[in-house]
C-alpha cells in the first residue's frame, strides 16, 4: 500500500508482510508456536491444504489434536474438526465468536473410551 502526503508524490511505502505479518509471526514465535514459514510462490499442498481458499491446515489441526488429546479415537478427532469448521451462521462475527470460544474455553466428547470418564475436555491448544 502506498500513502500519499502531497501531490508531490511524498511516498510512505507500508509492507504489509515486514509490518504486520513478520512482527504477529515472531510474537506466536515467542510465545512457542510452531511456525510454518513458506515460500511466496507455492502450491496449496505444500501448506497442508486442498486450496487456497482452505483456511484450516486440517492435517495439522487433526496432529496437534491428538498430541494434545492423546485418548481421542479417529472418529472423535472428525468430530472436534467439524466443531471448529462449520458453521450454522451466515455472519463473519459470529462465526469467529465460535471459534474463539472453541479455543478458550474448549469442548467435550462423549467420553473417554479408554478411560470409560463421560464427557472429557477436549482442548484446541496448550495453555502456556
Same mark, same amino acid.
Given at each position: 500500500?502506498?500513502?500519499?502526503?502531497?501531490?508531490?508524490?511524498? %511516498?510512505?511505502?507500508?509492507? #504489509?508482510?515486514?509490518?504486520? *505479518?513478520?512482527?504477529?509471526?515472531?510474537?506466536?514465535?515467542?510465545?512457542?508456536?510452531? +511456525?510454518?514459514?513458506?515460500?511466496?510462490?507455492? *502450491?496449496?499442498? *505444500?501448506?497442508?491444504?486442498?486450496?487456497?481458499? #482452505?483456511?484450516? &491446515?486440517?492435517?495439522?489441526? #487433526?496432529?496437534?489434536?491428538?498430541?494434545?488429546?492423546?485418548?481421542? #479415537?479417529?472418529?472423535? +478427532?472428525?468430530?472436534? +474438526? %467439524?466443531?471448529?469448521?462449520?458453521?450454522?451462521?451466515?455472519?463473519?462475527?459470529?462465526?469467529?465468536?465460535?471459534? &474463539?470460544? &472453541?479455543?478458550?474455553?474448549?469442548?467435550? +466428547?462423549?467420553?473417554?473410551?479408554?478411560?470409560?470418564?463421560?464427557?472429557?475436555?477436549?482442548?484446541?491448544?496448550?495453555?502456556?
Amino acid at each position: 500500500m502506498i500513502l500519499n502526503n502531497d501531490k508531490k508524490s511524498d %511516498q510512505l511505502r507500508l509492507d #504489509e508482510k515486514t509490518n504486520v *505479518e513478520e512482527p504477529l509471526l515472531a510474537q506466536l514465535e515467542a510465545q512457542g508456536w510452531q +511456525v510454518i514459514r513458506l515460500k511466496q510462490v507455492q *502450491e496449496s499442498k *505444500e501448506s497442508f491444504r486442498q486450496s487456497f481458499g #482452505e483456511v484450516i &491446515l486440517r492435517p495439522k489441526l #487433526e496432529e496437534a489434536l491428538r498430541k494434545i488429546n492423546p485418548f481421542l #479415537e479417529e472418529d472423535q +478427532v472428525n468430530e472436534c +474438526v %467439524q466443531r471448529i469448521t462449520t458453521f450454522q451462521q451466515s455472519a463473519l462475527i459470529e462465526n469467529n465468536q465460535k471459534v &474463539l470460544r &472453541l479455543l478458550l474455553e474448549n469442548t467435550s +466428547v462423549a467420553e473417554n473410551r479408554k478411560t470409560g470418564e463421560r464427557s472429557p475436555t477436549v482442548r484446541y491448544s496448550i495453555a502456556l
